[in-house]
């Protein structure tokens, strides 16, 4: 009895013991697969196998995870597009730096007229054609995206517009345009500081009030969202006290 499995005596009674076998084997396989695989229970793999029918369900539970895994690691290989693929076939621009202009041209008319969808296509276009030829410049693609941000802003799409002018200015960091439609987008998306430091480096670039009305006022929004998010703690309302009473009240009540 002390001596167990290992002795001779059990060895005889398989047959009987049949059950206690299959178990002894489904807990075996389990942890052979994790950490014993190399132990002694390696050569009963042939008893394994015909065993198999008896303990089907665990096998089946093992098969079904392992599916379930390789079915989901294929699944992003899949999922991206390449970025390369050609926008707008239907619109030809020839790939040369000429093309690009004639690309451009065509979008401003088409944003002149009110035609922003198709305006947005044909920038889009061009700014794809431009990334295919080598003696295309930098600013001239800064343009393109600093234009078709323009064409965003107009069509009420505030993040690609916040995108656009991302790029031209890291094709073109003086594009001015650029910088103050980038302060437009964020400033609708909420994010106003990054809208004022944009806003403050328009006016720091055309300094003069009267040639640059657009960014002042735009300034003057910007700082009074501002104060609004600072709350009645922000010094600027300190002086409007009178006027924000209910805010005060408020506070007095948290506190109490």
Not at 120 to 141: C, T
Request: proline share 7%; with cysteine; charged share 30%.
């Amino acid at each position: 009895k002390e001596a167990g499995p290992g002795s001779a005596k059990p060895a005889g009674q398989e047959k009987g013991a049949g059950e206690g076998w299959r178990r002894m084997e489904i807990v075996e396989a389990s942890d052979d697969e994790s950490d014993d695989a190399p132990s002694a229970p390696a050569p009963q793999a042939k008893a394994a196998a015909p065993a198999a029918n008896g303990p089907a369900e665990g096998f089946r539970r093992m098969q079904i995870v392992e599916a379930s895994d390789s079915e989901e690691e294929p699944a992003p290989a899949v999922a991206p597009v390449s970025g390369g693929a050609e926008p707008f076939p239907e619109i030809k621009v020839q790939h040369s730096r000429q093309g690009i202009e004639e690309a451009k041209s065509k979008a401003n008319a088409l944003f002149a007229k009110g035609s922003m969808e198709e305006c947005v296509k044909w920038f889009s276009k061009g700014i794809w054609v431009a990334e295919k030829v080598a003696d295309a410049p930098a600013d001239l693609r800064s343009i393109l995206h600093s234009n078709r941000s323009f064409a965003h802003i107009k069509l009420g799409k505030w993040a690609e517009a916040e995108d656009d002018c991302c790029k031209a200015l890291g094709l073109n960091a003086k594009n001015t345009k650029a910088v103050y439609r980038r302060a437009m987008a964020r400033f609708e998306l909420g994010k106003h500081q990054g809208a004022l430091q944009d806003v403050e480096q328009v006016l720091k670039d055309i300094p003069d009030p009267a040639g640059n009305k657009e960014a002042v006022e735009l300034k003057q929004k910007i700082s009074e969202a501002l104060a609004k998010e600072a709350g009645p703690g922000s010094a600027k309302p300190a002086g409007q006290e009178k006027g924000a009473g209910e805010g005060w009240r408020r506070m007095e009540i948290v506190e109490a």
